[in-house]
Structures are given as C-alpha cells and as structure tokens.
C-alpha cells in the first residue's frame, strides 16, 4: 500500500523532531513549524497524495504534497525525505523570501538531521556522485552546527555555508535546470473559514497543552480551559510589554509571551475581544498598541492571536 496522510502525520508526530532547531536565513525549522505543518494537513489545507516517483515532492503552486512510491513501513530514507518535502511546505506556509536553492539547502540539512536522529551509525557516502557530495556537506554542517542536540538548538546556519551547499545541490542534474537567483514560489496556504476554524483549534489546543501540560482533546472548550480566568482584564500596558517581549526575547521568551497573549485573548469577555479586534487587525497609526501589534508580531503568530478574539464565548 502507498504511503498516506497518516504516514506523513506519523514522521511530523515524531518526538525526535523537538531536537531539530535551527535557521537558514529567514528559514526557520523547527518543531513548532512542523506542527503548523502537521495542522495543515488535518485541516485539510494541504493535500497529501500518492505518488509513482521515487522521491516524495511537495508543490507549493497547488498546496500539496505527493509523497513517493513506497510502502511503509518506512525506513529512515522514506521518513527523513518526507521530512524534506515537509520542509518546504514550512516556507510555503511562512511565504519565506528565499531562492529555490537555499529552500533546498534548508531542507536537506533538516533531512540529514532527521536520518542521523533516526540511524546515528548512518554512514557518510564517498566524494564523486553528486547526490553523495550533497548528502556528505549537509552532514558535515549538521556535525559542525551539533544539530539535533542541545548544543546546536538556535544554530543559525552561517551564509557562506548556505552558500556552499546551495551550490553542492546545483550539481545534481535534477536541480541544474534552476536558476541559481530564481526565488522560492512561496505564495502561502490558503484556509477557507472551515478550514481555519479547525487549523487554530488545533494550534490553539497545543499552545494550551504546553502550557497547562494537559491532554484534553480538541473537541473540549476552549474557555474552560481557562475557567479560573473567566473575568480575566487586560491593559494596554499589559499588551505592550507582552508585545516588546515577544520581538526581543529568544526563543523561549517568545513561546512565553505568545502564550500569555493567547490565554488573554481566550479569556477576556465577548465585547473586549469584539473591540481588541477592531483595534488589532490594522495597524493605527494613532493606538500605539494596534502599531506595535503589527510590527512586533509575524504574520503567522498575528493570524492566530486575532482568530483567538474570533472564537464565540
């Protein structure tokens, strides 16, 4: 039997990826993008298909990805090039303004990543074949950036090496027919609102289940979560300071602050969530909290604080 949505599903589900952090230029690949990934494809904004070629691929033009022919259970080759595939689709999500050979650079150094989390005795190939100098480079930076381990989380991949292997990948004949400066076709993932509804319950729920270390499932209210935080109020400073951590902190600070930010925007009463609304989904230039709303947050992290002032309570 092909490989399927829940095969995908399973590698994106993988424990193994919360060890993956790291940055090719604007590219950022970690854990929390493949959940978005992951969310995606429940929700049924990707499309997952079988496919007839040897290697899975993931077309950003119409959303989806066809993943390749073989038949689970799948091997570390199988899951480690699906993870590539998933890769993509996290540049496409973000709509990363990058070319076509840095989006591979990123990707293949998150698959060779992946193949060494799942096979550590993997073998480096010999120098010659073009494929084989590719997958020799991505493990060298994977080795050089201790990716994978703690001692190489936040790595941010330096840009004469992206540089370098984006020129390894330009080699191998299926990639000689780019153009080196050619952008990435990134044009994002589209949601209907059916759609939507069901992406940021998802997102939603695992920002509170890291949060509150629960398991609740999806189905359960969103507001009972938070019952003990039923008349919850903010303030604008309150908003401000949140904001100003989330653009300055490191990592961890911004998975704090967004969310402190998600639990208020869930809490607080129908008519401040109506008016908060109003007041965040464009930028004013005289609501120092709607400006600094804007330019502090990414798209994708605005998208989800706004659907949580959407949700009926």
Same mark, same amino acid.
């Given at each position: 039997?092909?490989?399927?949505?829940?095969?995908?599903?399973?590698?994106?589900?993988?424990?193994?990826?919360?060890? #993956?952090?790291?940055?090719?230029?604007?590219?950022?690949?970690?854990?929390?993008? &493949?959940?978005?990934?992951?969310?995606?494809i429940e929700a049924g904004a990707i499309d997952v298909v /079988?496919?007839?070629?040897?290697?899975?691929?993931?077309?950003p033009q119409r959303d989806t990805l066809i993943t390749r022919?073989?038949? /689970?259970?799948?091997?570390?080759?199988?899951?480690?090039?699906?993870? +590539?595939?998933?890769? +993509?689709? #996290?540049?496409?999500?973000?709509?990363?303004?990058?070319?076509?050979?840095?989006?591979?650079?990123?990707? &293949?150094?998150?698959?060779?990543?992946?193949?060494?989390?799942?096979? /550590?005795?993997?073998?480096? /190939?010999?120098?010659?074949?073009?494929?084989?100098?590719?997958?020799?480079?991505?493990? +060298?930076?994977?080795?050089?950036?201790?990716?994978?381990?703690?001692?190489?989380?936040?790595?941010?991949?330096? $840009?004469?090496?992206?540089?370098?292997?984006?020129?390894?990948?330009?080699? #191998?004949?299926?990639?000689?027919?780019?153009?080196?400066?050619?952008?990435?076709?990134?044009?994002?993932?589209?949601?209907?609102?059916?759609?939507?509804?069901?992406?940021?319950?998802?997102?939603? $729920?695992?920002?509170?289940?890291?949060? !509150?270390?629960? !398991?609740?499932?999806?189905? =359960?209210?969103?507001? =009972?979560?938070? =019952?003990? &935080?039923?008349?919850?109020?903010?303030?604008?400073?309150?908003?401000?300071?949140?904001?100003?951590?989330?653009?300055?902190?490191?990592?961890?600070?911004?998975?704090?602050?967004?969310?402190?930010?998600?639990?208020?925007?869930? !809490?607080i009463d129908n008519r401040a969530a109506l008016q908060l609304?109003?007041?965040?989904?464009?930028?004013?230039?005289?609501?120092?909290?709607?400006?600094?709303?804007?330019?502090?947050?990414?798209?994708?992290?605005?998208? !989800?604080?706004?659907?949580?002032?959407?949700?009926?309570?």
């Open positions: 039997m092909p490989i399927t949505k829940e095969d995908v599903l399973q590698v994106l589900d993988d424990p193994k990826l919360r060890s #993956i952090r790291f940055s090719v230029g604007p590219i950022q690949v970690n854990s929390v993008e &493949y959940d978005k990934v992951s969310d995606y /079988p496919g007839k070629a040897k290697v899975s691929k993931y077309i022919n073989s038949n /689970p259970p799948l091997d570390e080759n199988v899951r480690s090039n699906l993870l +590539h595939e998933c890769t +993509h689709a #996290i540049s496409d999500i973000n709509k990363y303004d990058v070319t076509r050979l840095t989006d591979e650079a990123a990707a &293949y150094i998150a698959q060779l990543t992946y193949a060494l989390l799942l096979r /550590p005795s993997l073998p480096e /190939p010999p120098i010659g074949l073009p494929e084989d100098n590719m997958m020799r480079q991505s493990m +060298h930076l994977v080795n050089k950036y201790e990716l994978g381990s703690p001692g190489g989380y936040g790595a941010m991949i330096d $840009q004469r090496d992206i540089a370098d292997l984006a020129r390894v990948v330009y080699a #191998i004949p299926d990639y000689h027919n780019i153009d080196p400066d050619a952008k990435l076709a990134a044009n994002g993932v589209a949601l209907s609102d059916e759609q939507s509804e069901e992406f940021y319950r998802r997102q939603m $729920q695992r920002l509170i289940n890291q949060d !509150t270390g629960g !398991t609740d499932s999806l189905g =359960a209210s969103l507001k =009972a979560q938070y =019952a003990s &935080y039923e008349d919850y109020v903010t303030s604008d400073n309150e908003l401000l300071t949140l904001f100003d951590s989330y653009r300055r902190g490191g990592d961890a600070q911004k998975k704090t602050a967004l969310q402190k930010l998600l639990r208020i925007f869930l !809490t609304l109003q007041r965040l989904s464009a930028p004013r230039k005289t609501d120092i909290v709607s400006e600094r709303f804007q330019s502090a947050l990414p798209v994708s992290e605005r998208t !989800t604080l706004l659907a949580a002032l959407r949700l009926t309570r």
